[in-house]
């Protein structure tokens, strides 16, 4: 059994370290998440623009190509093994076609050396680790919505 969870450790771990800058997945995951607040930090200002608007550049260049609505856009990050902290943006968006009802799907643009963004239950994973340390509590889907809608 502990081999087990050692094996889920180093697979999640390297799966860290090695996404690729863009990763679609069909399956849908429940975003009920609580948050941990870390204090205000003014120096996160340029950190949530440039997640906010890769993610923005991401949703309109890969698509879908619907309108899009989010929600529960939260900025976070980690601290990797080597004492950095990796930001990260979660939140969900909703691809609006007629007639359709739509489902709500969980999404992560993680700030690397440039970024990466996982769609799917991929982002779930990234957006669930309880090392993640929540920087601020306000909901960013409005900027998200219109950072996307300056570029249509």
């Not at 995951?29 to 930090?41: E, G, H, I, K, M």
């Not at 943006?89 to 690397?112: A, H, N, S, Y």
């Amino acid at each position: 059994m502990r081999f087990c969870a050692a094996l889920f450790a180093a697979l999640f771990l390297a799966a860290w370290s090695t996404v690729p800058a863009t990763h679609h997945e069909s399956r849908v995951v429940s975003a009920n998440q609580s948050f941990t607040r870390a204090p205000q930090d003014t120096s996160i200002d340029s950190v949530v623009q440039f997640l906010l608007t890769s993610a923005a550049t991401d949703f309109h260049t890969h698509g879908p190509s619907d309108s899009l609505h989010f929600r529960e856009v939260h900025i976070g990050h980690i601290v990797v093994p080597d004492g950095q902290k990796q930001y990260l943006l979660c939140g969900q968006f909703l691809p609006l076609r007629e007639g359709d009802k739509g489902e709500w799907i969980p999404f992560v643009t993680i700030k690397t050396s440039g970024y990466e963004q996982w769609i799917g239950a991929q982002a779930s994973v990234f957006c669930k680790n309880p090392s993640v340390i929540w920087d601020r509590s306000d909901d960013l889907s409005t900027a998200l919505e219109r950072q996307l809608d300056a570029l249509r």
